[in-house]
DNA sequence: GTTGGCACTCTACGGTCGAAAGTGCTAACG
DNA sequence: CGTTAGCACTTTCGACCGTAGAGTGCCAAC
């Protein structure tokens, strides 16, 4: 962290003007000048005084000029000074409220925490995305069970409780006794497992078990495996592009193209996002603060979340231009359910 | 169907010119006039002749004129025709063929098909959508097993030997004496059900069953019911939306929104995709001919595949100026390895 | 059916002009 | 010292215009 000049509370006349500015600027998307401060906060003071505190503003890195005639915009410092310094804490209306806790009910109950990412981009009228993976935690049992018509299905338990199965059919469907022999042998060969063991589990199968159970052991064994490593790959929901998409920074020939490419490749926003799942409280992002390149127009306000067996982050992504209040309190709201007992 | 104007054959020399005229258009995206014809394609007739050839195309609806002094432009129609009659299969390289074939296998052996998405995208340089749902399939069994530290697996089975399975931890343990009759009476009333038939016998289990395990049979059935029908939400994977983001005619402010709607929506897209599935070669939709208004200035090329007991449809999508032999010998190839045996 | 010639039409580009917006500065005021 | 009024200044934006370039349409001739 480089020393933040600001941290001593701006003058209050000059924090009265920042505030107006940022929030005119926000409604509005376009530069604010001093003539349009003073009729919409029906200011008692000339024009010409909200100027020289503009100016002020505007040396210290606050405020920018796009040209010499155009009104002031709010710098990313000037946005930051914004969040961290002015900025009420917003309630969330008990309308959203409600709609908000049935959705995390369900997605409580259902495991399905992607579904909040669609309800996160109405309320917010921004981008959302959820990413959960599961935790990485080590293998505590294996079970194997036979279906009727010859499936048998492998289930590993994590020792925090999580369950995860996958069902085949081997091509010689082994009596009971013999699922009771793999299931031993696995057991007594599994210490506290991670996926690399499993598969390394595996190998050892093929050479050291029963031969008539030594291919049985090894195919359940891969597909425990698997099961855990591609649950490791984090479920991702993204929804409400076409929010921001529709805001006037994205109307410029060309600025769309990052936001397309970024849909398409939704790794690299997951990897964005993973920087916010530490976070127990909403954290705020501005434009160039975030990591990646792709998205430098871009604020995201994000915090980790837990639903069940999973974990992981939501976030919030608009322009840099983004109502934060309103969105840092959704975003706090639904990550406090979220991570709440 | 409306009748074809042009199910004759089109004059082979007004053909050639028309194929000249699409091939050019397809590669330079630009209009194409006369002279440009006569030099690329090293003809040895007159600009004028040519012209004289293009009037008539013109006049047939084939070509269009984008004002007085612009080249020519094939139609939709121009498109369609080419398509049907001019454009000659291509045979998909062997290089690109390899890494399709590998590819494929993986998708068949690991039921991930929507892996090929990506893969479909960088051959093409389209937009590839891939979306697979379950077979609906009858039920055909329900299994419940317990497993250690008190999870409980309830298996799915469909006629067709697939198979998918939820694991619950109830709040109090049933007992194997407990799931075994849970089972039974289960299996009792299991004619032949959707998902439906399983809510309503979840409602008959609550009024009716034995009350001691009557909340466990609910509770067993409602995640059945889920089961098959978060199975039907189709898995959908889209990619290479920035190759198409990146053509001209999604450089004109504007155009690219409906772009980001559709990645944005998918379900939308899945259901544009659906109308494919029941084809077994590929289907070309130039334009208009999609019935999804939202990609009016798009073609698809679609066809319907089946891999294990999924079953759905590869789509490759594109600007209408689309190199469509290339796509769809690549279509082709794909969905031919996918319906296979 | 094909060709050469030529007038015609339309777009794209660059420059000029005036209106509108909002500032910066200076001088005066409490 | 903060505040105010007045005014010149700068810059953007849209409209307008004239020219260069591209490609056609048509006509008369082969």
Known sequence: MKPNPFDSQLDPRLSRILTFVVESHVSRAEPVGSQYVRAAYHLSISPATIRNAMRE?????????????AGRVPTEAGYRYYVDHLMRPETVPIGVR???????????????????????????????VMAVRSREEAVDQVNLVALDGGHVVVAVGARDGMVATDTWRPERSPCAADLRRAESWIRARLPAAGPKTLDALALEARAGAPSEIAGFIEEALTRASRLLSTREE??????????????????????????????????????????????????????????????????????????????GAIGVMGPVRMPYRRVISLVSYVGARLAGA
């Open 98 to 128: 409600r709609i908000l806790d049935d959705a995390i009910g369900r997605a409580r109950t259902q495991s399905r925490a992607s579904d909040l990412a669609p309800i996160l981009a109405r309320a917010t009228r921004q981008l959302a």
């Open 234 to 311: 984090p479920a991702v929901r993204v929804d409400g592009a076409d929010n921001i998409a529709s805001q006037p920074e994205f109307q410029a020939p060309g600025t769309l193209r990052p936001l397309v490419s970024l849909l398409a490749n939704q790794e690299s926003l997951v990897r964005t996002l993973d920087a916010f799942s530490g976070e127990s409280v909403p954290r705020v992002a501005i434009g160039r603060e975030i990591e990646s390149p792709a998205i430098r127009a871009c604020s995201i306000v994000g915090m980790g979340v837990a639903v069940g067996g999973l974990r």
């Open 57 to 69: 503003l505007e040396e210290l890195g606050l405020l920018l000029h796009p040209h010499t005639s």
